[in-house]
């Protein structure tokens, strides 16, 4: 590739590198700032100008995943705190009464995203291979109907399925969400695998056929091996699309089976949002996508347009 | 030597066929594989669909479901279509639309052309560059209001830092004319990165030897990127707007969060329109129609594009 034509003179490459690294920065300040802000107090987030140094405190993530009351002078003396996160809400004459429901919010996501991530690589799978090796009918007429299941607006869909799962007792419930996001991510998890698939040799399943497997254990001890890769990265894009997802979930849930993102904007503290403990959320529900994106770094373009460009 | 009649019937059949009489034929065991994902689709997205046409033409509000249902024709459609306040909503989703991606196709573009220079480190710098789009649109857009706030904000400090302009003077979220450009400016910041990549991987697939013969032909640098880089990317640049197009047209979690519709209905964008009126006002028939409408314009806009897309392709 590299030849003194096309390559970028030293110089060419210090301009790019500096003006991309400046937007990179820029572009990552809002996320820096949630990061930090969950280490301020309350105090300090809402200072001006700005702090950008700070005494760092734990009070954002305390406050996150605890309830608290405002108690007596006379209680506070004769409860002295036991132990460091009693401490903190001490400053305030609170003390802690018990969890919050971060956790269940957290757990439901964890739930909702792996339920629904499991069942439609799992669909997906078969689907695509079938798509990828049999002559279908209809194939194409198929797999773009499939595909057109994306470009509703969830709210137009949510207006039906809010009636159907309100008649089905599916209502805020983890099932209801979970048949709900499969069907959603099914259509990623089909083209991304179909294009995994299709790089597979069709030699291998071949020869397997010939040495007497089945159809059935080709697929199972030939082909899904092969697409281990392709299925782990399938099923990561799936994840983070059902953790992120909002529109569905704000709507159709309330309580059980509510997710995260529609729970973090809801923490509140005295006098408004209470930013520190929101951006503590944001961060433990952010953070992990951020791990599973550097993981995926070299399949991020192919699973963003569904198969459609590959590297 | 003599063969039994099944022996030679084994012997004369082709090894294509035996292996299919041995396990499930390859037809049986494609309907197995695909059905679940049909059915579950019928079930999730096509029964619905048909249960919205059919609303569509009825009275039913969902938060009276006892009360008997008219059939009202095309009325809740000639409502929707000679309402003033739709259209507002559609400019609203227009001039949204168009700047966002207008403003990610030109930085997009351009970050995929710089770092397409292959400066040390463009891999690591690529990865920081991607992480805003991966994030939940809903969870972010809520603590950019943070960042909005007049004098706290610090969106609102670095603007002030850099023209000396009073941050507590403006609102982004609060102020009419601001508001259209908060929500312009947070999916940008979101989404450039996919347009990015996109155009990176375009970028890659021009061959050298390319560039090579236009040196020989002592053509320009200017004249290599309009007739060789920018014809030869169009095709990934025009998927980029394609996808951008439908998601920003859909656009819900993050305006959502970020401003609410409002001040007034100035962001109100057409799904946060359909909430109101499915949701808050339980005028579901009429919201049906709105829906069916929504849906027929980006499948209708979508096959124009993709038409025009392949066409491009082909050249």
Not at chain 1, 48 to 70: D, Q
Not at chain 1, 265 to 286: C, E, M, R, S, Y
Not at chain 2, 31 to 57: E, G, Y
Not at chain 2, 61 to 73: L, M, Q, S, T
Request: with cysteine.
């Amino acid at each position: 590739m590299s030849n003194s034509i096309t390559e970028p003179t030293p110089r060419q490459k210090w301009v790019a590198g500096i003006l991309v690294v400046g937007y990179a920065l820029v572009t990552i300040l809002p996320l820096i700032w949630i990061l930090t802000t969950g280490f301020k107090t309350p105090a300090d987030a809402i200072a001006y100008p700005p702090k950008v140094i700070f005494e760092p405190s734990l009070e954002g993530y305390v406050n996150l995943f605890t309830t608290r009351t405002r108690q007596t002078q006379e209680f506070l003396a004769a409860h002295p705190p036991q132990t460091w996160y009693e401490e903190i809400v001490r400053k305030y004459d609170m003390v802690i009464v018990g969890p919050s429901r971060y956790g269940e919010r957290f757990l439901n996501s964890v739930i909702i995203g792996f339920g629904s991530t499991f069942l439609s690589v799992f669909l997906g799978t078969l689907a695509a291979y079938a798509f990828s090796r049999f002559k279908v009918p209809l194939k194409d007429d198929l797999l773009f109907f499939i595909l057109s299941t994306r470009m509703m607006p969830p709210i137009a869909v949510a207006i039906p399925i809010f009636l159907m799962f309100r008649s089905l007792g599916l209502s805020d419930t983890h099932l209801g969400m979970i048949l709900l996001y499969t069907a959603v991510n099914i259509s990623l998890a089909v083209w991304l695998l179909k294009g995994f698939i299709d790089e597979i040799p069709r030699e291998y399943e071949e020869a397997a056929l010939i040495d007497g497997y089945t159809r059935f254990q080709a697929f199972y001890k030939v082909v899904l091996p092969q697409a281990a890769t392709g299925i782990a990265s399938t099923a990561i894009f799936c994840l983070i699309f059902a953790w992120n997802e909002y529109a569905f979930a704000a709507l159709l849930t309330s309580g059980t089976a509510q997710t995260a993102p529609p729970f973090i904007p809801t923490i509140i503290g005295v006098g408004g949002q209470d930013w520190p403990a929101v951006a503590a959320g944001a961060t433990v529900f952010l953070v992990p996508v951020m791990v599973f994106t550097i993981i995926l770094r070299k399949h991020l373009l192919r699973g963003i347009t569904f198969g459609a460009v590959r590297k | 030597m003599f063969d039994s009649p099944m022996q030679r019937a084994a012997r004369a059949t082709p090894p294509e066929i035996a292996r299919r009489i041995r396990g499930l034929s390859d037809r049986t065991v494609a309907w197995i594989f695909v059905s679940p994902t049909i059915l579950l689709l019928l079930a999730v997205n096509i029964f619905p669909l048909i249960w919205t046409i059919n609303l569509s033409f009825t009275n039913f509000r969902a938060n009276r479901p006892n009360r008997a249902i008219e059939y009202v024709g095309f009325e809740n459609y000639q409502r929707i279509l000679t309402d003033g306040d739709i259209w507002l909503t559609m400019q609203a989703t227009a001039h949204f639309l168009f700047w966002t991606i207008l403003l990610q196709v030109l930085i997009g573009f351009t970050l995929a052309w710089l770092i397409n220079r292959k400066f040390k480190g463009n891999d690591l710098w690529t990865t920081i560059i991607v992480l805003p789009m991966m994030l939940s649109p809903a969870v972010v857009g809520n603590f950019w209001t943070f960042l909005y706030q007049p004098q706290i904000g610090f969106f609102n400090y670095i603007v002030s830092f850099f023209t000396g302009v009073d941050p507590a003077s403006f609102q982004m979220i609060g102020d009419v004319p601001l508001a259209p450009w908060a929500i312009v400016i947070v999916d940008t910041w979101m989404w450039t990165p996919f347009v990015m990549l996109i155009c990176l991987a375009g970028l890659r697939s021009i061959p050298g030897y390319i560039y090579e013969a236009a040196e020989i032909d002592r053509a320009s640098r200017w004249r290599q990127f309009w007739t060789i880089t920018l014809p030869m990317v169009l095709p990934f640049l025009m998927l980029a707007v394609l996808f951008r197009g439908i998601e920003n047209f859909k656009m819900f979690d993050l305006v959502v969060q970020l401003t609410g519709g409002g001040p007034g209905s100035t962001t109100e964008l057409t799904s946060i329109n359909l909430k109101r009126e499915a949701f808050e006002k339980w005028r579901t028939g009429y919201a049906s129609a709105y829906a069916v409408i929504l849906f027929v314009t980006i499948f209708g806009l979508a096959s124009i594009y993709v038409k025009a897309l392949n066409k491009v392709k082909e050249r």
